[in-house]
């Protein structure tokens, strides 16, 4: 029995082995279109995610913006007038007098330039400060020990916004060093449409004192920072947000001429970490300085932030620096980086879409000497550098692995023109590099998109006090929003961002839309798996009737 069983098997595979074989080879092809096509279907959906996520953070930090408050008797404080009169240029004691105020929900700052001296935020809740527009400029007195604007760590800010003035600090070298503000443990703070100038220190800084203190949801929105840093030391940074304050945003803004830090910064410190940061369409311009700070740079700790669509023009140290975990950069654009294009020192950064146009300038300037390259890898691990553009200056090698090598990185689709090796060490076995690392067919920023950018940041501008009033009033952001929903309705020649219907239809395609070639190619790849998998129920069927008869 055993030997006719034997005998049995034997025929049917003299039989049957080339039809398996057949059925076998039939089979891999399939699995090598169908698998590879499928890839590549994942990854475009998850550049169109990652593209929603910017979208949709943005869409957050804008809805974020805080509405009029009530306006019940007493609750409007016009300065210069109704009870709230000043005599001279300075109106520190009535602007102080207004945030004090439990009753005042509304603080409307006149036109003109006015001078103030330090303001306390301690007692200041639930308040709009406004001023109109490009007619309202305060002039910080630069003798005072204290910055313009302060909350302490003992103090109670909560639910304030600065709105259409600017803020000039006048500071000149020899005065005291001085943050622009310095909000210690507040909470919801907010600039909208203001200007920050001639700033020692940081201009907006946003830290906290004691076990677990911050300051939670400070919102920056179409703002302008103008020259801050100024007393080139390593704490003037343009927006800085430190210690336990998570969910900050910084949008739409200008900042230009940072000198003493970075232009946007988050730190971590034994205090907590400013987690979940968005960092979304600002034009950040650095200076050369004694202590050379890149554009935005998130450090340890900063874990989860969204930085995207930002022009830096240009960065004194590396064009972003990412040292977090699980980071989406995409779609920055760096004119030029002193050090390396990007450094990744965290793990799960996804940095995509990226372009840096010159890297390793400091070599040029300073006849120096240093491998710096498009990427820097500085200790990471399961992070993607895809689909970014890093080309010119004095790009050593494209990947530089600096410290131990981590691995599980995938690197692939990038454009980099290094001059002496593409990597400075070997990969490791477990990073995927070149074709097999995922592509999100996301485009790079255009220049019409670059100019864009931060274009409306800055009070409002208005020509005379005769001129009607047409600074930001939160409570009329509602009919703002359906007017601009209209506006759209009625435009046909161009879209939200100024691209013609033509050209954001190759855009759009370009930003993560499928490939319908590789959809037929996984067509074509399931049809054959079908076969394969019908050939071999058909030969099962025929040796099975072959066995009864």
Not at 155 to 174: I, M, N, S, V, Y
Not at 482 to 489: A, H, L, V
Request: proline content about 4%; aromatic content about 6%; overall charge positive.
């Amino acid at each position: 029995m055993k030997q006719q069983t034997l005998n049995m098997v034997g025929n049917v595979w003299q039989r049957a082995r080339y039809g398996c074989l057949a059925v076998v080879i039939i089979a891999t092809m399939g699995f090598s279109l169908v698998v590879p096509a499928g890839q590549a279907w994942a990854s475009q959906a998850e550049g169109q995610a990652m593209l929603q996520r910017v979208a949709s953070a943005e869409q957050a930090a804008r809805g974020s913006l805080m509405p009029m408050p009530q306006a019940e008797a007493g609750a409007v404080a016009k300065l210069g007038s109704d009870g709230w009169q000043f005599s001279g240029g300075n109106i520190t004691g009535v602007l102080q007098r207004a945030l004090d105020d439990g009753n005042v929900r509304v603080i409307e700052l006149p036109v003109g330039t006015f001078t103030i001296g330090a303001i306390s935020l301690n007692a200041a809740k639930n308040k709009v400060v406004r001023g109109n527009g490009s007619l309202t400029t305060l002039v910080f007195d630069a003798s005072q020990p204290q910055p313009p604007f302060m909350n302490t760590s003992g103090g109670r800010a909560e639910k304030l916004l600065f709105t259409e003035f600017t803020l000039d600090a006048r500071w000149q070298p020899g005065r005291k060093t001085q943050n622009a503000f310095q909000l210690t443990n507040a909470r919801d703070i907010q600039f909208y449409k203001m200007a920050i100038k001639n700033v020692a220190q940081s201009a907006i800084l946003a830290q906290g004192l004691g076990a677990g203190g911050g300051t939670p949801n400070l919102l920056v929105l179409d703002t302008v920072v103008e020259n801050a840093g100024l007393a080139d030391q390593t704490t003037g940074f343009g927006v800085l947000v430190k210690d336990n304050s998570p969910h900050a945003k910084v949008v739409g803004s200008r900042v230009v001429g940072v000198k003493g830090g970075m232009g946007v910064g988050a730190h971590a410190t034994k205090v907590g970490a400013p987690v979940n940061m968005t960092i979304i369409s600002n034009h950040i311009s650095m200076v050369r300085s004694a202590t050379a700070f890149e554009g935005i740079g998130l450090t340890k700790g900063a874990h989860n932030a969204v930085v995207a669509r930002n022009v830096i023009e240009p960065s004194f140290d590396n064009g972003i620096s990412l040292s977090s975990n699980n980071n989406l950069a995409v779609q920055n654009f760096v004119s030029s980086a002193w050090n390396h294009g990007c450094s990744l020192e965290g793990e799960g950064n996804m940095l995509v879409a990226n372009e840096v146009t010159a890297v390793g300038h400091q070599n040029y300037a300073l006849g120096e000497h240093n491998d710096y390259a498009g990427v820097a890898i500085e200790n990471g691990t399961r992070n993607t550098v895809s689909g970014n553009k890093i080309t010119g200056g004095d790009m050593v090698y494209a990947v530089k692995f600096n410290q131990a090598q981590r691995g599980s990185n995938k690197i692939g689709h990038n454009q980099f023109a290094w001059n002496k090796a593409e990597f400075n060490k070997k990969p490791l076995a477990s990073d995927v590099i070149g074709d097999s690392a995922p592509d999100y067919h996301i485009a790079l920023l255009n220049a019409d998109q670059r100019a864009a950018i931060a274009s409306n940041a800055g009070p409002t501008q208005v020509a005379t006090p005769g001129t009607p009033d047409s600074t930001y009033k939160p409570d009329e952001k509602k009919k703002e929003d359906t007017k601009k929903k209209d506006d759209k309705k009625k435009s046909r020649s161009h879209d939200d961002n100024g691209v013609a219907p033509q050209q954001h239809q190759q855009q759009s395609q370009d930003q993560g839309a499928f490939d319908p070639s590789r959809l037929i190619w996984l067509a074509v790849g399931i049809i054959v798996l079908i076969i394969a998998g019908g050939s071999l129920i058909a030969l099962f069927i025929y040796y099975r009737m072959r066995k009864r008869q």
